[in-house]
């Protein structure tokens, strides 16, 4: 995953979330201070001058943040509209790695995941819907805004913030858990959780594209028990070519808190032209078929990072997903090309060439 993908990389658009003092804005600057060399551009509602001044600090002003100010996002912009807002930060020349939403605190977080997802823009990909709950809060917000539970069904990813002033944290950890469905839910004071949690971070040291499995578990090993991110992460890799009927079982059927999963798979004689990018975050899934770099070997490369996972037994449910069948089902992509953006592409029949013939 260290080689540097051909045709333009998809920046990813996260949607942060929650009512009003969870600790949105804390968060994000969070992020802008821990992202290292990873630039990360902001769209931003109901920014006050602390907020402004803090994101002054973290470098993220200028060409790299768009501010709507007073109003709410999802009320004030179409998805033709936000789609003006991310084509200016999408922009090569920003060189902008992930995209932020940061909603005002009564947006609707449902329609802000619309918007990104109508986006026609190529350039960027839904990232994931990031609820923040202030937990010592919780049971009031919760009495005055009953949509709270509606909006933790919806997220991705859960941050329940403000554990240390909580007077039972783990009663709200596990009551926000129940109402969270399938999203990884990630503990948190002041806003602090890894930014490897929601995008790749770019090394300190230059590097062409993204980071290889030894970064990732080096990054990991540096930040055990630092920021109480609270998550797990596998790497998964082999040279045998992945049957794409088991691997779809096991994507239907990923589970609660199992939050991204990124990487390639090779699908061996179902597509002997393609090697297949996947990214998911949450319950958003897509494969992006591109051909095989020529110097590259044939290998399927995976990353799944959640909160409470069990990896060994994910990596043994990804080993049984190999095949060693020579031949190709000609039905067997199904499952795969509904998750593909122009399926017609590659949906063809074994006579028509995209598979080889038995």
């Known amino acids: 995953m260290s080689q540097q993908s051909p045709g333009p990389q998809q920046i990813p658009v996260v949607v942060l979330a929650g009512f009003l003092g969870s600790g949105k804005t804390t968060l994000l600057n969070h992020l802008l201070h821990r992202s290292g060399g990873t630039r990360i551009g902001a769209v931003v509602n109901d920014f006050g001058a602390i907020e402004i001044d803090a994101m002054a600090v973290a470098g993220a002003l200028g060409d790299s943040t768009v501010s709507l100010g007073n109003g709410c996002l999802c009320c004030a912009v179409d998805a033709s509209e936000l789609d003006i807002y991310l084509e200016r930060l999408a922009r090569p020349a920003t060189g902008i790695d992930v995209i932020v939403i940061e909603a005002s605190g009564l947006a609707e977080p449902q329609e802000l995941v619309r918007m990104v997802l109508a986006s026609e823009h190529p350039g960027i990909v839904y990232g994931g819907l990031v609820e923040v709950v202030d937990a010592a809060e919780f049971d009031d917000t919760r009495a005055k805004h009953p949509e709270i539970d509606r909006h933790l069904a919806l997220a991705d990813l859960v941050v329940v913030n403000k554990l240390d002033r909580a007077a039972n944290g783990e009663r709200v950890l596990g009551l926000v858990r129940d109402l969270a469905d399938r999203a990884a839910v990630v503990p948190a004071t002041y806003g602090r959780i890894d930014p490897e949690f929601l995008f790749d971070c770019r090394p300190s040291e230059e590097r ?39 691997l779809m079982e096991f994507l239907d059927s990923r589970p ?63 080993e049984a997903c190999k095949s060693d069948a020579p031949h190709a089902d000609e039905h067997g992509m199904w499952g795969v090309l509904r998750y593909v953006q122009d399926p017609e592409e590659y949906a063809q029949t074994p006579e028509e060439g995209a598979f080889p013939e038995p």
């Open 208 to 246: 062409i594209g993204q980071l290889s499995f030894d970064d990732l578990h080096e990054h990991d090993e540096d930040h055990t028990g630092h920021l109480h991110t609270g998550y797990d992460s596998l790497s998964f890799a082999c040279e045998v070519s992945l049957d794409p009927r088991r």
């Open 256 to 318: 609660e808190g199992l939050y991204r999963i990124k990487g390639y798979v090779d699908f061996g004689p179902y597509d002997v032209h393609n090697r297949y990018a996947v990214h998911a975050v949450g319950r958003f899934l897509r494969f992006y078929p591109e051909p095989w770099p020529p110097a590259d070997a044939r290998l399927t490369q995976l990353v799944l990072i959640g909160s409470g996972i069990d990896a060994s037994a994910l990596g043994k449910e990804l």
